[in-house]
């Protein structure tokens, strides 16, 4: 059993002296682990960060066994990252949120693409309201996807301002102000376009990270991610 696909890396940990098992996000081949030989040497350090594109070739005797992994680098995201603490935190949030929530060795191509648009997104100063973007497009992908076209009590497509916590469904202002107490806050980006400012990208993640937890991670009794608490926190600051 072989294959050669194009993935990023999620994580890493060590496994003996010189190897690590590495946890990939592959195109084709979804959430996948693989153990790399010579994972301390100098030519893999660089190329086994969170983050990073790479070319990577897994081949085993059974399809079923954890087999090993040949990455070859193709774009270092971390280290352009690495100037920028928030940035950083936001690459280690999304690595970290994929290898716990995306199921292992189930095609994802819509994750994997999202996720390679998010880290090259990175580079853009909007990168924070793409992240919000990115956060939804996990929960879509994993079939938990809100709809912030209309509003849910009347229909309105305009004035959207908060979503309901029960139904993942856009509530108007003018409907939703009674209960607003309630309700999740809408931020205006997600409704309209356009790119938030550090509020209203809080509020979007504020948004995102009530549906992970509901529909992802308390499921199975886990907490999100202390990496993407570490990512909220330094928005907060």
């Known amino acids: 059993m072989d294959w050669e696909d194009e993935a990023i890396v999620l994580a890493v940990r060590r496994h003996g002296e010189n190897a690590a098992v590495a946890s990939l996000l592959t195109r084709s081949h979804g959430r996948h682990p693989g153990l790399v030989h010579g994972a301390a040497g100098k030519g893999n350090r660089g190329v086994l960060q969170p983050g990073n594109c790479v070319r990577a070739w897994w081949r085993a005797r059974l399809s079923e066994q954890l087999g090993t992994l040949r990455c070859e680098l193709l774009h270092a995201h971390a280290a352009s990252a690495m100037a920028d603490p928030t940035r950083l935190a936001a690459l280690a949030s999304a690595c970290a ?114 549906f992970l937890d509901r529909h992802v991670f308390a499921p199975h009794h886990q907490d999100l991610p202390a990496a993407r608490a570490r990512l909220v926190e330094r928005l907060r600051g």
């Open 97 to 210: 949120l994929c290898e716990a929530a995306l199921p292992e060795r189930q095609p994802h191509p819509a994750a994997h693409a999202a996720l390679v648009a998010l880290l090259g997104a990175l580079a853009a100063e909007s990168w924070p309201s793409v992240y919000v973007h990115w956060e939804l497009a996990l929960l879509r992908d994993l079939g938990y996807g809100l709809d912030l076209t209309a509003c849910a009590a009347t229909g309105v497509t305009g004035g959207l301002a908060f979503v309901s916590p029960k139904s993942g469904r856009a509530v108007s202002l003018a409907a939703g102000q009674p209960y607003r107490d309630k309700l999740l806050a809408l931020p205006r980006f997600l409704a309209e376009g356009g790119e938030g400012d550090r509020a209203a990208v809080l509020d979007g993640l504020t948004l995102s990270g009530y």
